[in-house]
């Protein structure tokens, strides 16, 4: 491996140097120890799964008594109920709004926005989004998830621009936030469900909050980001002609940072878009419902197609506020035109209400649930050979053998196994945090269900990790392989997260393989995205001067880029780790059991309340762990930077 | 005391934690890299003293780092000083309110920034009506003022562009409109032509010395280049390392510098083209013929050249009607010719006595930076 070093005159640092162990020593001294122990002690000190963990009982106790004294307790009377009054409130009156606009109304509000928003385009897009809503025949489901949309997008902003100025301004509320929206966004979307019903109860009130939570980390991050980033120029410019702070935000700051908060508000639907579906396990109406109920039964027709209506609203909403952030002013006369056009359009629907009915026309709607099913079980009975012959290589090939392994392990040695892991990568904080988390999931009495989750996430991140390095690699490298490659995952990155669970199932049908295809799908974008424009951002004098020096695009790929994007390809691997622990999680929908199905079994069964909300926790738990391990490595500077600091 | 627009006595800015205990203590004197070896403080100004005249071009020249542009924000506090005296048209600044000083930055004096600092959202003339918006003028009122200003610097035609469709130059002058509006009677320049190409700097210049013929406005101007301090400045301070090393007219700091380091910067400069007859006239020779041309001792070297050719003899220098020196063609040559070695030339005593005359106070700093 290390041949002996040939030193005929050595350096003056040698003799230092030459006690040191070759740095493959420890690494591999550490592998040898702990394939020992598990020899050693295999089957010993395991923790195996108990339904009847004195926690979950102790857990269903708590919810006893909370619903026993809901409406006495002052904090449930004067806090927690008014909450949800509000919040229901704010629901209702969107619904209401939407409602009575009618199906043509609301078609040509959304046209006129997207007019308003970014010309003809955009009016089109929208006005064959919506009227596809109704065609698919789920027109009443998607108002309520729209509704549902709305209400926590409304709420998230509400609360979330003003945090936002607030950090953007103050370092101090900074540092107090980050660390906080941090741990948010890698919550999987499931651990913000039960403590919610506990508080809130089911329903859309519950299921509104739930994804106010979950939608307004982007707003506040962007929104601070956006609000620093103001050019400190313009703002002295502006202190020095005798403005007040207060005038200085509204003339400056905020139009300076509004097209970037439009971003924000881009990011937050797309955040609540990915978890109103999922509320559907707490009885929020809409389209969520029957998707659940078909992928219970799984009925790929009648799950794609509402998933298809999610899209459309997801892609909808999203080209709208992605062009409202990229407009300019232009003079009066454009604005006119665009205020003329967003009235005509809107007018036009609200005139049509009367004569169309509000009911969407049923000789108008398609019927495609059964022509999918055709389409999904011939695929099941041809190409069978193909996805069998994959999901047994992978489940027993690699899922299995890893989950024996970390199931028959002693919890002792895995989490030693994980410390010094994460210490090696990361650091000893991130080490301690680590192993900290996984023996709180050993505590939750989730232990073995924690290790099946971890086996998946192990699994589908290492496929998806290897994926997305690969494209974004040759995206880097090609221009047009990069030209292909950017709409399709700007597409995929449109879409709320279950939606990738839709041809996983369609595909493999129920069970884990499918969870990590989905994960795959879902996380493959992001990390060739990180990845590419990692690799973009190596600066061109340097690739100039390694090419003056002879280097082959090879050398150039191995010595130069990759080392230098070396933060991206960390952040590539942090978010491929996270995403997929997320979708393998929502995977719990399609089979894939584990610690998401301990969430949704706590939905469905009274007597499962308490594992479902420690499920919930320990999945947050396993998320940190997780971030910790490769996010250290993020924020620990190269070795190379550390020896001359 | 009383008649200078603005008056800086020992003001300090010092970056760091616990910045005001340094002012008074062995610490102050260390040199700024000793300084922030020791307490991790960066000491920007230091102990700085100058006098501004009503209607003077006043510049402050130096490199980078040297605190200059700390020094002109402090004057506004838009950077606040950690130590002090500070007062303008007699007011002292240090100890307005947040709303007096509010006031005297919307209405008396205002700034023109190097990087512009425009609002690329808005329009040139809602760029330029910016200051009068705040002041809270009506809108119809604001564009008139603001359109009357567009034309004073030069640009008619330009008031419904966006800053970003304009060239760099006329995005400084949007910038310069944009502090005249409202009619301040000071105005400060943070090296505002810095990231301009040299001939539309040089259009901007000449602009800078057009507004202040017509509008005669108080000016504190920042530049590093020195040329540019020659051009402009009736008076230069230099800075160096957060203090002021020397003030005086660009004749005294060309002909005189207080030290190396002044020296160092305008051995460069042509001398003939910024001393006078007055710093190189001598005592007549005995012999030497006293029938030359005649010339007032305030002429610059170089004008006095056609004067030199057109007659062998030397020149004589009068002051006030009287004699007070020749020059010959050869000292002529030696002011013209290109200095290789430095030659001290000590201020003859009537320079002194001019800068009295004139009123113009030299700034304890500079007096200080002699000794």
């Given at each position: 491996m290390v041949s002996a070093p040939v030193q005929a005159a050595p350096p003056v640092q040698a003799p230092a140097r030459a006690r040191r162990l070759p740095r493959w020593v420890v690494p591999v001294a550490g592998v040898v120890a702990g394939v020992a122990l598990y020899v050693l002690f295999r089957g010993r000190a395991v923790l195996p799964h108990d339904d009847d963990a004195t926690l979950f009982h102790w857990l269903n106790d708590a919810r006893d008594w909370v619903d026993a004294n809901r409406n006495s307790n002052p904090i449930f009377l004067y806090v927690v109920n008014y909450l949800r009054l509000g919040a229901s409130e704010v629901f209702a009156l969107i619904q209401g709004a939407l409602v009575a606009l009618g199906w043509p109304g609301l078609v040509g509000l959304a046209a006129g926005l997207g007019w308003l928003a970014g010309g003809w385009r955009i009016a089109v897009v929208s006005l064959v989004g919506f009227a596809g809503l109704g065609v698919l025949g789920f027109w009443e489901a998607s108002v309520e998830t729209l509704a549902l949309t709305l209400s926590a997008v409304v709420l998230s902003l509400l609360f979330g621009i003003p945090l936002g100025i607030w950090a953007g301004r103050s370092p101090r509320v900074r540092r107090i936030v980050t660390p906080v929206l941090d741990v948010m966004q890698i919550?999987?979307?499931?651990?913000?469900?039960s403590p919610m019903v506990l508080l809130f109860l089911i329903g859309s009130a519950s299921s509104t909050i739930a994804t106010m939570i979950y939608a307004m980390p982007p707003a506040i991050r962007i929104t601070a980001l956006a609000i620093e980033r103001v050019s400190g120029v313009t703002v002295e410019a502006s202190e020095s002609l005798g403005a007040t702070g207060w005038q200085t935000l509204r003339k400056v700051r905020l139009p300076l940072a509004l097209n970037t908060i439009m971003l924000g508000v881009n990011q937050t639907i797309a955040a609540a878009l990915s978890m109103v579906p999922l509320t559907a396990l707490i009885a929020?109406?809409?389209l969520g419902e029957d998707l659940l109920r078909a992928l219970a039964r799984v009925n790929v027709g009648a799950a794609l197609v509402p998933g298809v209506a999610i899209v459309l609203i997801a892609i909808v909403l999203d080209r709208m506020t992605r062009a409202a952030a990229q407009r300019r002013d232009g003079g009066s006369r454009a604005r006119a035109v665009r205020w003329g056009g967003f009235a005509v359009l809107t007018a036009a629907g609200l005139a049509l209400t009367p004569v169309l009915?509000?009911?969407?026309?049923?000789?108008?709607?398609?019927?495609?649930i059964r022509p999918i099913n055709d389409v999904a079980d011939w695929i099941e009975a041809h190409w069978y050979t193909f996805t069998g012959f994959l999901n047994d290589t992978v489940a027993y090939g690699f899922l299995n053998p890893l989950q024996d392994l970390l199931t028959s392990a002693p919890w002792w040695l895995v989490t030693a196994a994980v410390l010094v892991f994460a210490w090696r990568v990361s650091g000893p904080a991130a080490g301690l945090v680590a192993a900290v988390c996984l023996l709180g999931v050993a505590a939750l009495g989730l232990w073995e269900h924690g290790m099946e989750t971890l086996t998946m996430v192990l699994v589908g991140s290492v496929i998806t990790i290897a994926a997305g390095l690969a494209l974004g690699v040759a995206a880097a490298r090609s221009r047009w392989f990069a030209a292909v490659l950017r709409p399709l995952l700007d597409a995929a990155q449109t879409m709320p997260s279950f939606s990738y669970l839709l041809p996983a199932v369609a595909l493999f049908g129920n069970g884990r393989f499918t969870a990590i295809m989905a994960a795959f799908i879902y996380a493959v974008p992001v990390v060739a995205r990180v990845v590419e424009d990692g690799l973009r951002a190596v600066p061109g004098t340097v690739m100039e001067a390694a090419r003056s020096t002879g280097s082959t695009d090879r050398q150039l790929l191995w010595k130069v880029q990759l080392p230098m994007a070396r933060g991206s390809l960390l952040l590539a691997a942090n978010q491929g780790i996270v995403m997929t622990l997320a979708m393998v999680v929502i995977g719990a929908l399609v089979g894939a059991g584990a610690l998401g199905y301990d969430v949704v079994a706590g939905f469905a069964q009274q007597e499962d309340y308490g594992k479902g909300l420690a499920a919930g926790v320990a999945l947050v738990l396993l998320g940190v762990m997780l971030d910790r391990i490769t996010q250290g490595a993020n924020g620990r500077r190269s070795p190379h930077k550390k020896r001359n600091a | 005391m009383g008649t200078a627009a603005i008056e800086v006595r020992g003001l300090w800015k010092i970056f760091g934690p616990?910045?005001?205990?340094?002012?008074?203590?062995?610490?102050?004197?260390?040199e700024p890299a000793q300084l922030r070896a020791k307490t991790?403080?960066?000491?920007?100004?230091?102990d700085v003293s100058f006098e501004v005249r009503p209607g003077e071009v006043f510049v402050v020249m130096g490199l980078s780092g040297s605190g200059k542009s700390t020094l002109v924000r402090c004057l506004t506090r838009l950077i606040e000083p950690t130590a002090g005296e500070l007062r303008i048209d007699g007011q002292d600044v240090r100890a307005m309110s947040a709303k007096q000083l509010r006031e005297l930055r919307r209405h008396r004096v205002s700034m023109v920034f190097q990087h512009f600092g425009l609002l690329p959202h808005r329009k040139v003339v809602d760029n330029i009506a910016y200051g009068l918006e705040i002041q809270g003028v009506g809108k119809a009122e604001r564009h008139e003022k603001a359109r009357r200003i567009l034309s004073l610097v030069g640009l008619e035609g330009h008031e419904d562009s966006y800053p970003e469709q304009l060239s760099g130059g006329m995005q400084q002058r949007v910038g310069l409109a944009r502090a005249l509006a409202v009619d301040p009677e000071v105005l400060l320049f943070d090296e505002p032509f810095s990231a301009l190409d040299p001939l539309i700097r040089r259009d901007m210049q000449a602009e800078v010395i057009r507004l202040h013929r017509e509008v005669g406005k108080t000016m504190v101007f920042i530049t590093h280049d020195l040329s540019e301090a020659l051009k402009l400045g009736e008076r230069i301070a230099i800075m160096r390392a957060g203090a002021i090393v020397q003030v005086g007219t660009p004749e005294e700091l060309v002909g005189a510098p207080a030290d190396e380091y002044v020296a160092d910067f305008v051995r460069d400069v042509p001398r003939a083209q910024v001393l006078s007859l007055r710093w190189i006239s001598r005592a007549p020779e005995p012999g030497e013929p006293l029938d030359g041309p005649e010339l007032p001792a305030g002429t610059v070297i170089h004008d006095a050249v056609p004067a030199a050719m057109a007659s062998d003899r030397p020149i004589r220098v009068v002051a006030d009607g009287e004699l007070v020196g020749v020059v010959s063609r050869v000292d002529i040559l030696g002011a013209v010719r290109p200095e290789t070695e430095r030659v001290v030339v000590t201020a003859p005593a009537e320079t002194a006595e001019a800068r009295t005359r004139g009123g113009a106070a030299v700034a304890s700093a500079g007096a200080s930076g002699e000794a």
């Open positions: 919550m999987p979307t499931f651990s913000y469900l929020a109406p809409g009915a509000q009911e969407f026309p049923e000789q108008w709607q398609v019927q495609v | 616990k910045a005001d205990r340094i002012i008074g203590s062995p610490d102050a004197e260390l991790g403080c960066t000491a920007a100004v230091r």
